[in-house]
Every structure is written in structure tokens, then in C-alpha cells.
Antibody, heavy 121, light 109 residues
């Protein structure tokens, strides 16, 4: 079945870096865009970044642009989120999500279970 | 940036009742690019409705979406115990920005 499994979340000190991974299975990964969405404890959903099926033209939210980088490996069926210069405001559960269709203009139809990132000294 | 405002913040209803959740946008959103998600505690969000009114795969027909322009609605015709959760609307039309509403908590009365 279609599945996304995130990993890499942990406790990290402010200013440090962390890379999250999201392994996909059950669908043709190389034909879908992928997103990262985060949710701070007790808060709502915040979109973070998107990468299209071919890895070009990536986009980021204002709150992470210049610090986070989204990438993908269409051979290993994995999407990554490299997070640099982390602050306490980045503390959240990070979800990866698949686009329903092939374009950017598409809802998020499959979500992973999330991985928790805690930024704390 | 399009801001989505959901109301009410909390809705208290009983199983079997009808639920109506509202999502208002700060500027017009194409109905093709409005989605609704359900999230239960400790779980990832689940896509319910996309394109304002199309049910996602496996979603029961008691869930329906409607609206256009700046006002959209999610209706649950007869609440089941498993429907009590937080619901988010999302616009994905002003790509590459994807914004979510702040959520409506649907709780058992």
C-alpha cells in the first residue's frame, strides 16, 4: 500500500543542523511532488517546502527559506529536508506528504506518521 | 499571502447531529484549490475533500464540501463517534504557497 515513513527527528541544540528523511513506497515516487509540513506542539499545520517530481523549482515558506533545503532521490524513493541554523521555533512534528496529482496545484493525499524535532539546549 | 480563517474554533455536537464548519479566505480562492483535512490526536492529517467538493478515496459520503470565492463549508451530515477530531481547510491555488486554516475542533457534547 501507499506509505510514507519519516525518520531523523531528535533533540538538537539551537544553531545546529539536522536532516530528515521520508521513505516512500507503494506508488511511482518519481512522478509526484512531495511536501514537508510541520506542526508545533498544540498548534496547527504549517507548510514548509515542496519539491516537484523532477527535483527542480523547489519552494519554501518564508519562515524557513535560506535555512532549510528540500531534496529527493528518485532511485531510493526518498525525500529529504536539510535543516540548518535551527531555533526553538522549529520545534515541531515534521510530516512529509505526497501530492494528489502531479502538479503543484494539488492537495496532499498521503501523509507520513511524522517525526519529532525538538530544538533545545 | 492568502489567510484562511476557520469558524467556529470549537464545535460541540452529539453523534447523529449535523456539523457545519466554515472556512473564509482573505482573498478569492479558486474552488479547484481548496481542501479539507481531518486530524485525530497523535495521528497525521487525512485528506477528506479536494477541489472544494470532491471526496478523497475512501471518505464516507456523509462528508461533503461546498463553496466558492472566499467562503467554503465542510458538512458532516450525521456525526459518527469517529468524526470527532480537528478539521483544517487548506488552499493550494496560490502556489507555491500553501496555507492552512487554524483548525476547528469538533468535540462531543
Amino acid at each position: 500500500q501507499v506509505q510514507l515513513v519519516e525518520s531523523g527527528g531528535r533533540v538538537v541544540q539551537p544553531g545546529r543542523s539536522l536532516r530528515l528523511s521520508c521513505a516512500a513506497s507503494g506508488f511511482t515516487f518519481s512522478t509526484y511532488g512531495m511536501h514537508w509540513v510541520r506542526q508545533a506542539p498544540g498548534k496547527g499545520l504549517e507548510w514548509v517546502a515542496v519539491i516537484p517530481y523532477d527535483g527542480d523549482n523547489k519552494y519554501y515558506s518564508d519562515s524557513v527559506r535560506g535555512r532549510f533545503t528540500i531534496s529527493r532521490d528518485n532511485v531510493e524513493n526518498t525525500v529529504f529536508l536539510q535543516m540548518n541554523s535551527l531555533t526553538a521555533e522549529d520545534t515541531a512534528v515534521y510530516y512529509c506528504a505526497k501530492t494528489l496529482g502531479g502538479s503543484y496545484l494539488s492537495a496532499f493525499d498521503v501523509w507520513g506518521q511524522g517525526t519529532m524535532v525538538t530544538v533545545s539546549s | 499571502e492568502i489567510v484562511l480563517t476557520q469558524s467556529p474554533g470549537t464545535l460541540s455536537l452529539s453523534p447523529g447531529e449535523r456539523a457545519t464548519l466554515s472556512c473564509r479566505a482573505s482573498q478569492s480562492v479558486s474552488s479547484r484549490y481548496l481542501a479539507w483535512y481531518q486530524q485525530k490526536p497523535g495521528q497525521a492529517p487525512r485528506l477528506l475533500i479536494y477541489g472544494a467538493s470532491s471526496r478523497a478515496t475512501g471518505i464516507p459520503d456523509r462528508f461533503s464540501g461546498s463553496g466558492s470565492g472566499t467562503h467554503f463549508t465542510l458538512t458532516i451530515s450525521r456525526l459518527e463517534p469517529e468524526d470527532f477530531a480537528v478539521y483544517y481547510c487548506q488552499q493550494y491555488g496560490s502556489s507555491p504557497m500553501y496555507t492552512f486554516g487554524q483548525g476547528t475542533k469538533l468535540e462531543i457534547k
